[in-house]
Structure formats: C-alpha cells, structure tokens
C-alpha cells in the first residue's frame, strides 16, 4: 500500500520535521523508494488526542469584536474562526491565528444568527473544539432634511454601532448596500456633513456598518434639487487682457469661474467663485473662440457659459 496521510522527502536530511495525523490512533511511519514506491522499513507510533477549548461570551452585537480565551497546540496557521451553524468545518465569516495568543480578538460578521466559535487545526481545516454564539442585529437612526440642492452638504445627524469603518453614504436607490455617490465616515461624529451628488434626482441617506463586508442598517430618503448659475460678461475680449464676470450661482467653496476654449473641457484660466462676484479672468493670448462657464465643484459640472471672442 503506496498510500499516506503526510510526508516529508527524505533530502530534508536526518532527523526531519514529519507532521502527524489530526486523529488519535496507531499509525506507520514507512521509509519509501520513490521507485515503485517500494517499503523499506517501518514502525508504529501511537498518535494521541489533542486538549482544546474556546471560551467566548454566549452572545454578542453584529459586527463587534469579542474577546476568546482558548487553548490548543498553536501549530503553525491555527485559527480561531467564527462560523455559521452548520457551514462546513473549512468555511468561515471571520477568522484570527492562534498566533496572536490567548485571548485574542475575533471579529463578527455583520447578519445576526447562530453561529459557532472554532478552533481550527491548519492540518486538513479539522474543528478541534467548538461553542455556539448567538449574533444579535445592530441597528441605525438617521436624520437629515428631506430635500437639498445639489453640489452642497448635508447635514446628518446619526445613531449607530459607529464601527470604525462605518459611513453615512448618499446613494442611488438601486445601487448595492455597500455602494455610493459621497460618503463621510461615522468616526467623524454626529452630526456630520456628507457632499450632495451634483446630479439632481431621488438619492438615499444611508448608513452602511463596515467590518467584515458592509451591510445597510438604516436608510432615509432624500431628493437633490438643481441649481442654477448666471454670468454677465462682454461677448468681446482683447488678447492677453483680462475679463471682468459678474456670475450668480450657489458659490460653494470649490465652485470657479472660468476661461475655456469653445468645444474643450478644460480651461486657460480661472478663479474660485468664493472670491465673490465680480471675478476677473486673464484673457488668453491666442484670438479665437472661448467660453466663459460656470463650473460646480462636485463633478466638474458646468451650470452655465456664455460666448466669448478673443481679439
């Protein structure tokens, strides 16, 4: 019989490092030619069971990190593991090295339910002990005004588990738990301000925990408003000059005023619109066809031009 449980290639010399079974019981250890796999000589020896506990609390908060007392051999890639009841002894939601000592932290998964805290041989993935723990839910409170322009900040004001990853998020309605347009994390504090999308439209407010994976805890809704912008500005300018703009507009902090030649996204000069109104703009040295546009700061979004003719 050619066949073994573990190995190791006798040119790791004499003595060598050979790794036992995970079950208790009476084995051979065998010297093998690899031609043939022919038998050269054996020996029996008795494999003993192993001493392993894990100490947790009985429950615990999703997304929480508890604390887990355990002993055990602490082979090489043992680990502490947080499973679902009944998922297979290799699968796992979260999982620490036994490397890290006793106790350590072990991170909980964010859906409630029963689960089980395992010691894991690295040998095979075998649960060498187990105990149950039951994850309760987490939950969330959101307040912020129900309408808002858009390209501003939202104010929001929030109850939560304030997990370190956390974050207030504004987000499509369609789009996935753990997607967003803006976000601000929750370790900012409460209440805390979120940039608005600079597309008008139906958006969420929601708060997203964010440990192992994310998962929205709450939600409310909210409606992003357009804004509009004006600019009152000569529609001829000399070459090399410079341009005075009077503009009206949201002004936010990042917003600009800017020289742009006609059909390019860029610009040849600018300045921010919170240097109030009017601006003045450097007029390119090259004549030909410009715009003068009023640019958003969230997204780049252009809410107004007006034509220009550099001379």
Known sequence: NNTYINYT??????????EMP???G???IRYILSQDRQVMATRNIEVTGLDVSVEAQDSA?????????WSGPDYPNDYISVAEVGQADNAYKGYTYTREGSPLKL???LEAGDYEVRYILSQDRTVAARRPLRV?????????????PAGGMLVVTWEGPGYQADFIAISEPDQQEGA????TYTRDGSPLMVQVPAKPGNYEVRYVASTVGRKMIAKTELEVTPVDATLDVEATAESGGVLEVNWTGPGYPQDYVTMSKAGDNGYVSYVYAREGSPVLLKVPDTPGDYEVRYVMGQ???VLTASPVIVE
């Open 22 to 24: 995970v079950d208790p």
């Open 299 to 301: 997204g780049r979004t």
């Open 136 to 148: 309760d839910p987490i939950t969330a409170t959101l307040v912020a005004d129900a309408q808002t």
């Open 9 to 18: 290639y006798t040119r790791e010399g004499s003595p060598l490092g050979l």
């Open 61 to 69: 908060v999703a997304g929480e990190t508890i604390t887990v007392d």
């Open 26 to 28: 009476t084995y051979l």
């Open 107 to 109: 991170l909980l998964p």
């Open 180 to 183: 967003y347009k803006t976000y």
